[in-house]
């Protein structure tokens, strides 16, 4: 059974930092695009980061400068490192596996249970 579990998520003040992690197991991802998506409040679920299988990287707008989306494939981990948060960063961010297109963040096949960030202004 393959499973996404997502850790590091917290309460944080504007301008600090968080890092998430999400650890995969069930089966090796090392070959697919693995990423993360977060949803607010009220709001759809939206995407914020992927890496691909070689290493290129992918970020909304939003997050450029910011955010960091890393993977140790040793490890079959994925990472996301949080910069200068914004309340409007406040979600609950979801891991995300194996992309069905049509873009990166498009369909993913894939999700682990979510984490919850809040960052208060």
């Known amino acids: 059974q393959v499973q996404l579990v997502e850790s590091g998520g917290g309460l944080v003040q504007a301008g600090g930092s968080l890092s998430l992690s999400c650890a995969a197991s069930g089966r090796t991802f090392s070959s697919s695009t693995m990423g993360w998506f977060r949803q607010a409040p009220g709001k759809e679920r939206d995407f914020v980061a992927a890496?691909?299988?070689?290493?290129?990287?992918y970020y909304t707008d939003s997050v450029k400068g910011r955010f960091t989306i890393a993977r140790d494939n040793a490890k079959n981990t994925v990472y996301l490192q949080m910069n200068s948060l914004k309340p409007e960063d406040t979600a609950i961010y979801y891991c995300?596996?194996?992309?069905?297109?049509?873009?990166?963040?498009?369909?993913?096949?894939?999700w682990g249970q979510g984490t919850q960030v809040t960052v208060s202004s």
């Open positions: 995300v596996a194996e992309n069905r297109g049509p873009s990166y963040s498009g369909e993913y096949d894939y």
């Open positions: 890496i691909t299988s070689s290493g290129n990287t």
